[in-house]
């Protein structure tokens, strides 16, 4: 059975893989519909991403976000709570994370870094530990409030960088460039590409072992698998989804403080995270949740981006292909879920059909 | 009374229309237990096929009707992997959002990029007779182009269709307890699929109606937010056609009235009067209820309106916080603060008829 | 007791309504009918008896259109039908009253109806209409209800009507009610008893599941008796007694006969005193329970479902407060048990939902395995688990409880039910627990795995452990059991020693409780 396992992994990547390849297929044949030619868009969009190294910094620039955004999704995920809320949690961290790097000043770098670090992930986190005392103390719906919590952070932070925030010439509508201090160094000279790329294989590792490795994670996989048998096994299974929430959100600011102190231009801008927070969704929805799995898919995702970007301006194939290629990825992807779901429900009813306790309406009951 | 005329209840209406459409198909959609997320892509997608029709043909009827089409399409996905195959909802929606948006900025370059903005005319205001002429409400409701009409007859016609057919009764049952739907011999999954079909096309419509009748050109991620917009106010209405109204007309006039100020540098005293004596309404009603600690909470925001009123000081208040007060009321809402809003029980969850 | 005489041939039944005949159910692993022939005559009323899992839910799903025989016929008036989703079984006239009522919260008794009326989608709800008829069949048959009431403003007891007349709107002629009483109070009951006759004086055929005898002599007419999927027998309820029944309920035959030391009872491990629970429907489910278990000793608590017994096992796990009284573990005065603290006592739970509360079917087994011991430092450091400890205790459990899997990763979802009932027991029983509680530790596993069980029950008690056991099975009571305890209506009936007890002494209390009911 073992074997049954590496087999589904197998199949599990085999359908990425070929949701990906079908959307790229897809999207070719658009292209060429459209009366281009799709052996150059092609071209175009290989060369977008790796033709220089400029172009694959650039690339690895735009997949950290990508891959946190994602992290932060499966930590949720693994306590079955929905975190639609990521892009408002990067943007809430990338506010506190601006602040930081605009209005504290007189820090060296070795504290002004990581205090910029620790205001991401602490906006996140509040960003989305709204959501969480909602849902334990309200009982609202995590869905409906993280996306509303999306939106409403949309607007904080556009009166930031119009209002408080913005540049002395109040005319850009962004903000200055944050203190030196507070940004992150340069990877790669004269590419746009920062040690924060560090943080992809760090936080995916290290959410990997919290799962598997730890007994806070073993907690959280057994509240999401079932909370019956969670609580009765004595996990807290309230506070340990809220927390997750919590934490979700913290690893979404992380990546808000990286889309303000790794870029090029280091300032705040209106709407500065540009959907990493929903397209983290598709790349863990294609890493089926795995953390470590999170990481090829950022590529591959940040990729399409970057590679998005020279097919237009090479290829005279507008960008907007790549969200068509984006969202037939998820599409099929979702869609292909249903072969794993019907595997599954064999198996459940593999089992002898009990009668619910006469006391009881247990509405997760999987025999009924 | 320079900001609250005559003008601004009239904008009110227009600004309104796209999104209560939007809504209205979403509160079928919710009531049946389909979140769709995916709105905001179906109006872009109604907004960008509809202009493109009237581009070609010239009819505004024609560019509507298109933008039902298209909106319906993008249901037609929805509703093919959330309902029959049961994928998750909140996914699909977001791909749906993804692929409505580049779908229509690739559409929009390829055809459109190189002539330029291109425009078409805008839907004409049909002023009904007689009615138009009536003091206030004439130029308000019935100075208005021929959608905006059309768009009246939503609510009831979606009243009607809830409370009024057995179809509306499979919708409520199938978000409350699909199971006794199912066991009543009705199919969920039918009941649903239909239930995101008009979401899709009500939402394409919406779309249409901004590109087509509101401003007559198409750009790039137009409906800027009015899909997230509709939810909100389908959450905010608390599920029921009278209250996502409220919920639309609230937002409407807030999106209106963010554009008046936008380059005023103080907020005029009577928008502070006007919000007080909202928050002061409310407060009564609240207490006399009896729910105390949601008195407690708007007495403190009424408290806070009044306060720069009484103490003559003119604040200017950020169009932001206009354009997010919506989402702030749903929350709210939710919350329990104004009114204790009831979520469908199986909204956003798959329904299998074998699990019975 | 007299069996009824054979049933007559589908053809010639003349007042026969409704005959199931050799219904055979596969599930993978699992026959849950085999060969049932069932039959229900007009203007009867027909009880459907058994202990939970012996079979009645799958055949009433299987007449009801939700799940398909592998084998069998179902014959309506003699004539033979095919039914393939619930809108068929309505169209024959069968309708069921679901124990998880099938009404929509959030409307109106009149809308419900409504909803389940037959006509097509695009009809008008004509609801005043509706609301006319509702009035007037629930008049003729003695049903109170408010057809404007909104269904969650209503209690159970009205709910369930709500049911019935939704199914005579539908002009059902077979009445299907699925524990009907696991929800009402006894004048409830009492109540809906009355409707159901009149209905069966009017010609309707009524169907009741059950596990509880008070009902089945309180209306039923006749009574068929399932047990472990199978037919036991049909009998006419006038002429058959409490005993008979019971024998026919619970009787699994005598499997193994464990050998065993004699008692050596030790110090009081568990202290119950008078412990009362109220459900939050202001039931009264528990009644002034008094227990004590000292150390090396078993005590059964014997008694037909649903008389208080899971509400005690969840007290006891620490999963539910009781309204009052005291539980004592050792000399520890429990306050506020949870199941934290009820571990941290010494308490190891076998609980009865196993697939609810006991696994987590999408976890490895090694994760089932330990989810217990992650506050303990051989396993866990400064919240980090130690992975080689715990895989060498995962592979010394599976080796010790026979475990029969290829390796620990294996999900729990692809083990049998004996092996995932093995490896719970391994769980709580290496943790040296001072007290087991065990709830229908054997319910759905075959012989191999049962035997198993009983002498894992056997060696903790051997080590000095005390024993709480839980079961409807007498046979496995009476074998395990020093001292068993009998209750009837969340009230302990009686207390029986170890000599005492027989399945004619613990019968006669079981049913002489149940009589008092009826």
């Known amino acids: 059975m073992m074997s049954d396992r590496i087999r589904g992994l197998l199949i599990a990547w085999a359908v990425s893989i070929g949701a990906v390849v079908t959307a790229l297929l897809a999207s070719l044949v658009v292209v060429a519909l459209a009366g281009s030619s799709p052996a150059e868009a092609a071209q175009a969009l290989f060369d977008g991403a790796f033709g220089s190294t400029n172009r694959t910094a650039a690339m690895l620039a735009k997949a950290v976000p990508l891959t946190l955004a994602a992290l932060g999704w499966v930590l949720a995920f693994s306590a079955r709570r929905i975190n639609v809320g990521l892009e408002g949690q990067i943007l809430a961290g990338g506010a506190v994370a601006a602040t930081i790097g605009l209005l504290v000043g007189g820090v060296p770098a070795a504290l002004h870094l990581p205090l910029l670090v620790l205001g991401g992930i602490a906006g996140g986190a509040l960003w989305a530990g709204i959501a969480a005392w909602l849902w334990v103390k309200r009982d609202v719906n995590e869905i409906i409030a993280t996306l509303l919590l999306n939106l409403i952070m949309v607007q904080a932070v556009s009166w930031l960088v119009s209002g408080p925030l913005e540049e002395p010439t109040h005319t850009l509508g962004q903000t200055e460039p944050i203190a030196a201090t507070a940004r992150w160094p340069v990877l790669i000279p004269g590419t746009v590409l920062h040690w924060d790329l560090l943080l992809v294989p760090l936080l995916a590792v290290g959410l990997s072992f919290f799962l598997r490795g730890t007994t806070a994670g073993f907690r959280l996989r057994a509240t999401g698998a079932n909370p019956a048998f969670a609580a009765y096994s004595g996990i807290r299974t309230a506070r340990v989804s809220a927390l997750a929430l919590v934490a979700s959100g913290g690893i979404a600011g992380l990546a808000g403080a990286s889309l303000i102190g790794a870029t090029p231009q280091a300032n705040m801008a209106d709407n500065f995270s540009a959907n990493y927070g929903f397209e983290g969704i598709v790349v863990a929805l294609l890493a089926r949740n795995s953390p470590l799995g999170c990481i090829p898919a950022a590529f591959l995702f940040a990729s399409l981006k970057q590679g998005g970007g020279l097919l237009e301006a090479r290829a005279g194939v507008p960008s907007g292909l790549v969200l068509v290629t984006q969202g037939l990825v998820i599409i099929l992807v979702a869609g292909a879920g249903y072969l794993f779901e019907r595997r599954r429900t064999r198996r459940v009813t593999a089992k002898a059909p009990s009668q619910p306790l006469p006391s009881e309406a247990p509405a997760s009951d999987p025999t009924r | 009374m320079a900001p609250l005329d005559t003008a601004w209840l009239a904008m009110t209406v227009v600004l309104a229309v796209p999104i209560l459409l939007a809504a209205g198909g979403e509160l079928v959609s919710q009531r049946s237990g389909v979140m769709n997320v995916g709105l905001e892509g179906m109006m872009l997608f109604g907004a960008f096929f509809g202009f493109f029709t009237v581009e070609r043909t010239g009819s505004t009827w024609l560019g509507l009707l298109a933008g039902v089409a298209a909106g319906t399409a993008l249901a037609v996905v929805m509703a093919l992997l959330a309902v029959t195959l049961r994928a998750d909802q909140i996914v699909v929606g977001v791909g749906i959002n993804l692929l409505a948006a580049g779908v229509t900025i690739f559409l929009n370059r390829q055809l459109y990029l ?241 699990a019975l | 007791m007299r069996q009824a005489e054979a049933p007559e041939s589908p053809e010639s039944s003349g007042r026969g309504f409704l005959r199931m005949q050799g219904i055979t159910k596969r599930y993978p692993g699992v026959v849950a009918n085999e060969d049932v022939t069932f039959e229900v005559r007009s203007g009867e009323i027909h009880a459907l008896l058994g202990e939970n899992g012996a079979g009645k839910s799958t055949l009433m799903k299987i007449l009801d259109g939700v799940a398909q025989a592998d084998e069998g016929s179902i014959w309506i008036r003699g004539r033979q039908v095919a039914i393939r989703r619930p809108k068929d079984a309505q169209q024959l006239g069968i309708g069921m009253v679901h124990q998880h009522f099938m009404l929509v919260d959030d409307m109106t008794v009149t809308e419900n109806v409504a909803l389940a009326a037959p006509g097509r989608l695009a009809a008008r709800a004509d609801l005043a209409a509706v609301r006319d008829r509702l009035r ?76 509880k005898l008070g009902e089945v002599f309180d209306i039923a007419d006749r009574c068929t008796v399932l047990r472990g999927g199978r037919v036991v027998g049909t009998v006419t309820t006038a002429e058959a007694s409490v005993r008979d029944l019971v024998r026919m309920m619970v009787g699994r035959e005598v499997l193994l006969n464990v050998p065993r030391a004699a008692a050596e009872p030790g110090a009081v491990v568990l202290e119950v005193r008078g412990v009362h629970l109220r459900d939050d429907d202001g039931r009264t489910r528990l009644e002034d329970v008094n227990l004590s278990i000292r150390s090396g000793e078993v005590v059964g608590v014997a008694g037909v479902e649903g008389n208080g017994q899971t509400e005690l096992v969840d007290i006891l796990a620490g999963a539910r407060q009781p309204t009052r009284g005291e539980v004592r573990i050792g000399d520890v005065r429990i306050e506020r048990l949870d199941p934290r603290q009820a571990a941290a006592a010494g308490t190891a739970v076998i609980p009865e939902d196993r697939h609810r509360d006991a696994v987590a079917l999408s976890l490895s087994l090694a994760d089932n395995l330990t989810v217990k011991n992650l506050g303990e430092s051989r396993f866990a450091r400064w919240g980090i688990l130690r992975r080689q400890a715990v895989r060498e205790h995962c592979r010394r459990l599976v080796r010790e409880y026979d475990i029969r899997v290829p390796g620990i990763d294996v999900r729990m979802r692809q083990l049998s039910g004996g092996n995932q009932q093995k490896a719970v027991v391994a769980r709580e029983l290496d943790r040296a627990p001072r007290l087991l509680i065990a709830a229908q530790p054997t319910r759905g596993l075959d012989i191999g795995a049962m035997e198993f069980v009983y002498r894992c029950v056997n060696r903790h008690r051997e080590q000095g452990g005390a024993t709480l056991l839980v079961s409807s099975e007498m046979d496995e009571i009476l074998a395990l059991s020093d001292r068993v305890v009998v209750m009837v209506k969340g009230r302990v009936a009686g207390v029986l020693s170890g000599a005492e007890a027989t399945p004619e002494t613990v019968g006669h209390l079981m049913s002489g409780a149940a009589e008092a009911m009826a």
């Open chain 3, 136 to 211: 007037r069949l629930a008049e003729r048959h003695g049903l109170a209800v408010d057809p404007d009431a909104r269904i969650s403003d209503l209690s159970v007891g009205e709910r369930q009507r709500v049911e019935i007349v939704k199914l005579l709107y539908r002009d059902a002629d077979l009445l299907v009610l699925d524990e009907p009483t696991a929800v009402l109070t006894g004048g409830e009951w009492q109540h809906l008893a009355t409707v159901l006759r009149e209905l069966a004086r009017h010609g309707k055929s009524v169907v009741i599941i059950t596990h």
């Open chain 2, 114 to 354: 190189d002539a330029g903005q291109v425009t078409v005319d805008r839907m004409a205001r049909l002023p009904i007779p007689l009615l138009a002429d009536l003091p206030l409400v004439g130029p308000v409701l019935f100075d208005q182009s021929p959608v905006v009409y059309l768009c009246y007859a939503i609510v009831p016609v979606t009243a009607w269709a809830l409370y009024r057919r057995r179809w509306g009764l499979a919708v409520r049952g199938s978000g409350e307890l699909p199971e006794a739907v199912e066991t009543a011999g009705i199919n969920v999954n039918r009941v649903r699929w239909g239930a995101v079909l008009i979401a899709g096309g009500l939402a394409g419509l919406g779309g249409a109606f901004l590109s087509v009748a509101q401003v007559g050109l198409f750009i790039e991620g137009m409906t800027g937010g009015r899909g997230f917009l509709a939810l909100a106010a389908v959450v905010f209405g608390k599920w029921h056609p009278r209250g996502m109204v409220l919920a639309c007309l609230l937002f409407g006039g807030a999106d209106a009235l963010q554009l008046r100020l936008q380059n005023a540098e103080t907020i005029p005293p009577v928008v502070w009067l006007a919000a007080v004596a909202v928050a002061v309404v409310f407060l009564v009603l609240r207490l006399r209820r009896g729910g105390a600690r949601a008195g407690w909470v708007l007495g403190v925001v009424a408290a806070a309106f009044a306060a720069p009123l009484v103490l003559g000081i003119s604040l200017s208040l950020p169009a932001q916080l206009w354009l997010a007060l919506p989402y702030i009321l749903s929350l709210a809402a939710l919350a329990g603060l104004v009114g204790r809003a009831r979520v469908p029980s199986a909204l956003a969850e798959p329904f299998d008829r074998r």
